[in-house]
Structure formats: C-alpha cells, structure tokens
C-alpha cells in the first residue's frame, strides 16, 4: 500500500500540469481547426455578444439582459442554419484528421518532377490537378479515381493528362512519395465570388482545400496558368520558382490561412494581389 500511496502523491503533485498540458493542447487544436475551416467569423461574432452581455450583467442593463436572453436560442438556431457549410467542415476534419500523424511531407525532389510536369502541360495547354495530402488522410477521395501506387516521375504525370483518356479530367493524388490514385473525383468550392471564367479544375481545387488541409497543384487547359490552393485560398499564375518555393515552405513550416509566410516579401505580395484579384 505504500507504493500506492507513494504513486497517488506523485500524480497530485504533476496533476496540475498534466491538467495545463491537455487543456492547452485541446484549446490550440481547437483554434487551428477553426482557422482552417473559416469560421473565425462566426467565432468573433460569438464572442462579441458574449461581451455584450456581460457589460449588461456588469452595469445592471435589465432590458438589454432581457432581450438577449430572449433572443439565445434563436441566435443558437440560426449560426447553425447560417454556418451549416462551416460546421460541417469541422465536423469532417474531426473524423479525418488524425492528431499524431505527422504532415506527409514529399521531398523536395518528388516536388520538383511535379512542377515540371505541370510546366510542360502548361506550355501545352493541358489541364492537371493533383493533390498533396497531409495530416487530413483522403482515403476517400482516392478511392473514386483509379489506384496506382506508382513512382513519381514527370513523363508519368504528363501521360495521365496530357491525352484524353478515362484519367485526364480526374486528380491525381500524391502522398508518401507515391502517385496514389488517379482520376479521383473532389469537391468543388461553395464560395460564391469565384471568378465566372475559372472552370471546374479550379473549382475543385478551392473544393478540396476547404474540405482538407491537403495543397493542390492545378494547371489551367484555357490560359495554361499553373496556381495552388490550400487553406480554402487560390493562389492564381505563379512561377514555377513561386510554386516550388511555396510548396516547400507549405510542407517545412505548414503556412496556415490568413499568413503571410511565404519565400520572400516579393513572393507575398504577389500572392496577396493574386488572391485580391480572384476572390476579392
């Protein structure tokens, strides 16, 4: 009995911390996951008459205490109607994202054979859209296209879109430095203020980045424009040294939405007009 009670003394004296610990690590999961579903709005909405109604209780406001308290359920009612799209993002990310799984990060070598595909199908005028996972797991989204499991390699990616084929008009995904499936079907954005003139590659691409922490690499067939999305934004005609220099960054030091951490100021700025110009 006396080791248990010497082990009882132990974990009252680490409990505290143990307590800080968890709860930290719950509170900062938590603000990550609202940041990349966009729900920050509804957050500091929430928090704003939060501190409305706490400055009635404070100076003893009884008929603007009423009136929230009558109003409660119904503000309740209606984010759930309004924020139904945001909420069920966050439902999705809670059963796919698995919390110790580290980012699948591809080497620097993997991304550049991609971004060279995606030069040659760009100066072809051929569309291509691949996807990079992380922590988000896409198992299904993989199982609607057609598992490969092969080596990443330029000729191989330029194949599956450079023609025609039951393939071309599908995603490829790319995790553990393996092509894992082709021809994947993804979601297309709900955002309203998309230009009219981008078609469904993009669509899909702002799609699968609002659904998933995953980044898409998207080529355009009408301009041959080479863009990226993650986060739920799309970055539109990079370079192909924006595009390896922002992929790498994404990938060494997980650039979240609404930061502006990329491979220089230059590099900033010029995703910040792009993303004005599109969806501003």
């Known amino acids: 009995m006396e080791w248990l009670q010497r082990l009882t003394a132990v ?5 505290p911390v143990l307590d800080v610990v968890i709860l930290s690590f719950l509170l900062y999961k938590t603000y990550d996951l609202l940041v990349k579903t966009q729900v920050m709005q509804m957050v500091q909405g929430a928090g704003f008459l939060v501190l409305v109604y706490g400055l009635a209780v404070l100076f ?6 009423w009136v929230l308290n009558i109003m409660a359920p ?3 009612v209606a984010v759930a109607i309004v924020f139904q799209p945001e909420l069920r993002k966050i439902i999705l990310r809670l059963g796919q994202t698995e919390l110790f799984r580290p980012d699948s990060k591809p080497r620097l070598g993997h991304l550049e054979v991609v971004v060279t595909a995606a030069e040659i199908l760009s100066q072809k005028r051929r569309g291509m859209l ?3 996972p992380r922590r988000v797991h896409l198992k ?3 199982d609607t296209g057609t598992r490969m499991n092969a080596e990443i390699s330029s000729s191989l990616i330029v194949t599956v879109f450079e023609f025609d084929g039951p393939l071309h008009d599908g995603a490829m995904v790319i995790q ?6 082709a021809g994947c079907l993804l979601p297309l954005s709900e955002q309203q203020d998309i230009k009219k003139s981008f078609g469904t590659r993009h669509r ?3 799609g699968m980045s609002e659904q998933s922490d995953a980044v898409i690499l998207v080529v355009s ?3 041959g424009a080479i863009s990226i999305a993650f986060d739920g934004k799309l970055y539109y005609d990079l370079s192909s040294l924006e595009i390896t220099g922002t992929l790498q960054e994404i990938f060494e030091h997980g650039v979240r939405h609404g930061e502006a951490e990329k491979t220089g100021s230059a590099m900033a700025a010029s995703l910040d007009a792009e993303k004005d110009e599109i969806l501003g």
């Open 60 to 65: 003893k406001l009884t008929t603007l205490q």
């Open 140 to 142: 299904n989204i993989i």
């Open 176 to 181: 553990n430095g393996r092509i894992a499936a």
């Open 204 to 206: 899909a691409s702002l």
């Open 74 to 76: 119904g503000l309740f």
């Open 130 to 132: 691949v996807v990079f």
């Open 11 to 15: 974990y009252d004296t680490i409990r």
């Open 221 to 223: 067939e009408e301009t």
